[in-house]
């Protein structure tokens, strides 16, 4: 059995997510490291178990969070459908269970907003967890002067969390945002259709999505 452990460790994955996060580097996005998918693995996974989802479709969220921006080595259009491709060779290569593969990599598939849809738990914890990833310090550039809309938003939240509340009801993103940076406007400019799809997963899994910015609920 296919561990995320093992995943975490495999040199030719470790090779892809370095390599995808330096394309995108290139291409002047924000980071999409060991950093990013290590904390989108551990949220999706962590989702799932506190919903009481049996252990291992928990151990898929971890694995699927780890593979799902490898795509980006290809290009970043259609970077989900890429990288699922990408996913099913590994895993095939690795030997893992044919039904297992299938959930993993309709997870990544889905999780690009422009084409994502929860198709699953897996795939909607995934996009839970890739999508509430917000903050500073997945800001590439140094050049506040030179900054962009989506540079300007990330690095305004100064504070963020993502939670299931106590009563397993809703899943929650709060976030701090510094409006002398940047104003709450913006960051619904650019994150909106997130959002919505976060709904979206959140309803797939049971649970109402909620949104608060510097303590006023938005969604």
Do not use: W
């Not at 390599?19 to 999706?44: C, I, N, R």
């Not at 699953?120 to 030179?146: E, G, H, S, W």
Request: some cysteine.
């Amino acid at each position: 059995m296919i561990t995320y452990h093992q995943i975490k460790k495999d040199p030719q994955i470790l090779t892809y997510v370095e390599k995808a996060d330096e394309a995108l580097a290139a291409l002047g996005y924000t980071e999409h490291s060991l950093a990013h998918v290590g904390k989108v693995s551990e949220t999706a996974g962590r989702i799932l178990a506190e919903l009481d989802y049996p252990a291992r479709e928990a151990e898929l969220a971890r694995i699927a969070g780890y593979l799902h921006d490898i795509g980006n080595i290809v290009n970043r259009v259609e970077h989900a459908q890429s990288g699922a491709v990408m996913a099913f060779r590994l895993l095939d290569k690795l030997g893992m269970d044919p039904a297992e593969i299938a959930t993993v990599i309709s997870a990544i598939g889905n999780h690009d907003e422009s084409t994502a849809f929860p198709v699953n738990p897996v795939a909607a914890a995934l996009i839970l967890a890739d999508k509430t990833d917000v903050r500073r310090t997945r800001v590439r550039n140094q050049d506040f002067a030179t900054f962009d809309i989506h540079d300007r938003v990330n690095y305004a939240v100064t504070k963020s969390s993502a939670f299931i509340t106590e009563d397993r009801t809703e899943f929650v993103l709060r976030i701090t945002i510094d409006t002398e940076i940047s104003s709450v406007l913006d960051y619904f400019e650019i994150f909106l259709e997130r959002m919505l799809l976060c709904r979206r997963a959140a309803d797939k899994l049971g649970l109402q999505f909620k949104l608060t910015v510097n303590g006023q609920n938005m969604l």
